[in-house]
């Protein structure tokens, strides 16, 4: 499996990005449960939102409200939608499935 994630950028407080997360491989996308993450410089690297193959979603406190995680199956792709974007949210974001990360994608936010 290879995850190649996308999207990130510099936005002003307010803004919004939306990130992509391309899968590759011989595991089936559809079912699998896919998450992002991301790690703020100093410190651990922290769960934002979970998709299953279902589509169940959930997120991380910090986030409800603001981010939307979503899948296409035919392009085998998750994205994140960041809106109202924080300083705080400044980070690498990385997607993951399974024991496979993608290379991550930095996001920053500035005031």
């Known amino acids: 499996v290879q995850l190649q994630a996308s999207g990130g950028g510099l936005v002003q407080a307010g803004g919004s990005l939306r990130l992509s997360c391309v899968f590759s491989?011989?595991?089936?996308?559809?079912?699998?449960?896919m998450y992002w993450f991301r790690q703020a410089p100093g410190k651990q690297r922290e769960l934002v939102a979970s998709i299953t193959g279902s589509s169940d979603t959930n997120y991380a406190d910090s986030v409800k409200g603001r981010f939307t995680i979503s899948r296409d199956n035919a392009k085998n792709t998750i994205y994140l939608q960041m809106n109202s974007l924080k300083p705080e949210d400044t980070a690498v974001y990385y997607c993951?499935?399974?024991?496979?990360w993608g290379q991550g994608t930095q996001v920053t936010v500035s005031s």
């Open positions: 993951h499935c399974s024991t496979t």
């Open positions: 491989g011989s595991m089936i996308f559809s079912i699998r449960t």
